[in-house]
């Protein structure tokens, strides 16, 4: 069975941090890219970071970049742990983030973990 599961969010002051983190399962995802793409109240979901299936090149969106940093463990198994440490939250990052797989034509997608930054 395929999953991500998204763990890591919560209430955090503005200024703070906050690390999110997934966990993919079911597939051998050392095949997959990965990232996190976000989508706030009344907004359309928007890419954050990614990372390559090799762990070699990541992507930041400008709102994310300098203070975002995207990072991926892959174990023996096909099990990959992909991480997203997030600086300096501002409330505009007040979001559900969720963990993307990226393989060859084919997308799979976590539930989601809210985060939230108060003023």
């Known amino acids: 069975q395929v999953q991500l599961v998204e763990t890591g969010g919560g209430l955090v002051q503005a200024g703070g941090s906050l690390r999110l983190s997934c966990v993919a399962s079911?597939?051998?995802?050392?095949?997959?890219?990965m990232g996190w793409f976000r989508q706030a109240p009344g907004k359309e979901r928007e890419f954050v970071a990614a990372?390559?299936?090799?762990?070699?090149?990541?992507?930041?969106?400008d709102s994310a970049k300098g203070r975002f940093t995207i990072s991926s463990i892959s174990g023996e198994t096909a099990k990959k742990t992909v991480y997203l440490q997030m600086n300096s939250l501002k409330p505009e990052d007040t979001a559900v983030y969720y963990c993307n797989a990226e393989g060859v034509g084919i997308y799979y997608w976590g539930k989601g973990t809210l985060v939230t930054v108060s003023s």
């Open positions: 079911g597939l051998p995802f050392s095949n997959y890219a």
């Open positions: 990372i390559s299936r090799t762990g070699h090149n990541t992507y930041y969106a």
